[in-house]
């Protein structure tokens, strides 16, 4: 496993010591015990006790354009921002494409994104634990992308949520535990194109990705999630291009969501930044922007790292560390540019209606 680095919050530093050797997945996840529940002479396994944890979150992430040659060197295809996530004892992206080198595109659509497995091994490689994939472009190659998709999925072992063979796995968690801490995470879209909705929307008897426009199976999903968990995570592709305060529709859906036992709702669509801040004890973002993206620029190449501290089931620090997009890659902010993002991007809370601190 990784060794992580100090990672400073507000003053404060988040300390963070080497992590284990577990097969769960995520880079803080607690190792096996070695002793063997029963065994004659030996220790039974102790619970492993809660300890912080530092997640971090990246927005719009494929391998469109110039970036499709980043994927012949996976160790260093998302660039220098792979420190800032191997940093974090959990990472996750949106992943805006679907994985296939074959299918059909989609009909009516100007863009679509796809990309081969080895896209896998460039999140590992770069420090990214979990993926989602419910977007408006998780199934840009149709049902024959999509079969590629979730074999890929299945051949890599890198854990994605918000798509599956049916509904029921495609609104199944990722179930982890990091540092003694049982995370759960949901994925689903908000957005999806009108002449597409049903074909892409998983059923009971058909694959494809998680509708967060169902908000009944949405709080369900939550609900399912928070049995057995300690933090649970809800990744929604949601908003409105190029728009920088939250839609109406992802308010209400926040407020549903945290209500049924989110601890964090996070997400992005808009390709630019957007606020968040804590609603009722929960922590929720309403825009990542975008992330690894081959046609950024201008707006749009603003980015960041949010880092998200929490404690005994609660976030209690956040942090946003700025990027700007370069070559489609983000490259981290120094210096006074960072500060000012920063401050411009503390802004952006004053249309959200949350608070900008835990309560």
């Keep these: 496993m990784r060794g992580k680095t100090a990672v400073v919050m507000a003053g404060v530093a988040l300390a963070a010591a080497a992590c284990g050797s577990g097969d769960s ?6 190792p096996p015990p070695s002793a063997k529940p029963g ?3 030996g220790k039974q396994p102790t619970k492993a006790a809660k ?3 530092l997640i971090a ?3 719009d992430t494929h391998f469109e354009g110039q970036l499709r040659g980043q994927l012949a060197q996976p ?5 220098p921002v792979a420190k800032q996530l191997r940093a974090a004892d959990l990472a996750m992206v949106n992943l805006e494409t679907a994985i296939t080198t074959g299918g059909t595109p989609a009909p009516g659509k100007e863009f679509t994104f796809r990309a081969p497995p080895s896209a896998f091994k460039a999140l590992k490689a770069a420090g990214v634990d979990v993926a989602s994939m419910a977007n408006n472009h998780g199934m840009d190659y149709m049902e024959g992308g999509l079969r590629d998709s979730l074999a890929a999925i299945k051949r890599s072992g890198f854990p994605v949520v918000g798509i599956g063979k049916n509904a029921d796995a495609a609104y199944r968690p990722y179930r982890v535990t990091v540092k003694g801490n049982k995370v759960a995470i949901v994925g689903a879209t908000q957005v999806l194109d009108d002449n597409l909705i049903q074909a892409w929307t998983a059923t009971d008897t058909k694959g494809g990705l998680a509708s967060a426009k169902n908000i009944p199976r949405m ?4 609900k399912e999630a928070r049995q057995g968990s300690d933090v649970v995570i809800v990744h929604l592709h949601w908003g409105e291009e190029l728009k920088s305060c939250p839609l109406a529709r992802q308010q209400e859906l926040a407020k549903a969501l945290v209500a049924a036992g989110a601890d964090i709702v996070v997400g992005g669509h808009a390709h630019i930044p957007l606020g968040g801040g804590y609603m009722n004890g929960s922590y929720v973002h309403y825009g990542m922007g975008n992330f690894v993206f081959y046609s950024a620029s201008g707006q749009t190449a603003k980015s960041g790292v949010l880092y998200l501290k929490v404690e005994n089931g609660k976030v209690t620090k956040d942090k946003w560390d700025p990027a700007l997009i370069s070559g489609g890659l983000p490259v981290p902010m120094k ?9 411009r991007w503390n802004g952006l809370r004053s249309c959200t209606g949350l608070s900008a601190r835990p309560s």
């Design 57 to 59: 979150f990246g927005g």
């Design 25 to 30: 997945g995520a880079k803080g996840a607690t």
């Design 51 to 53: 300890e912080p944890i």
């Design 335 to 343: 210096g006074a540019a960072a500060k000012t993002e920063v401050k």
């Design 219 to 222: 709080v369900q999903a939550v």
């Design 75 to 79: 160790s260093t295809a998302l660039g």
């Design 39 to 41: 065994g004659t002479g």
